[in-house]
């Protein structure tokens, strides 16, 4: 069974930084790409990253870049996303997702059921 647990969120302040967790299981982690996707209130998902499967490229929104760096760790079956100079429109229920393959174009095909970023003063 896949299981997808996502942690690390919270409240933290402008300019402030997090670094979201997921914990994968029942799959093969290592061959599989990875994102994170967000989902504001009262607004629908947006895509924030895609880890490629190995340790190969990450891929980031637009609207993000240069603010987020996402990674995984293989042999944790973790895959990570620190973001930083955190702004008030970045706060959303954030989301890991399996691909359905080893590159970020690959469907999502399984999802967590988020955590909680809130970024205010």
């Known amino acids: 069974e896949v299981q997808l647990v996502e942690s690390g969120g919270g409240l933290v302040q402008p300019g402030g930084s997090l670094r979201l967790s997921c914990a994968a299981s029942?799959?093969?982690?290592?061959?599989?790409?990875m994102s994170w996707v967000r989902q504001a209130p009262g607004k629908g998902l947006e895509w924030v990253s895609a880890?490629?499967?190995?340790?190969?490229?990450?891929n980031y929104a637009d609207s993000m870049k240069g603010r987020v760096t996402g990674s995984r760790d293989n042999a944790k079956n973790t895959l990570y996303l620190q973001m930083n100079s955190l702004k008030p429109e970045d706060t959303a229920v954030y989301y890991c997702?399996?691909?359905?393959?080893?590159?970020?174009?690959?469907?999502?095909?399984?999802w967590g059921k988020g955590t909680l970023v809130t970024v205010s003063s």
């Open positions: 029942g799959f093969t982690f290592s061959s599989t790409a």
């Open positions: 880890s490629n499967s190995g340790y190969s490229s990450t």
């Open positions: 997702a399996k691909n359905s393959g080893p590159a970020y174009y690959y469907a999502m095909d399984y």
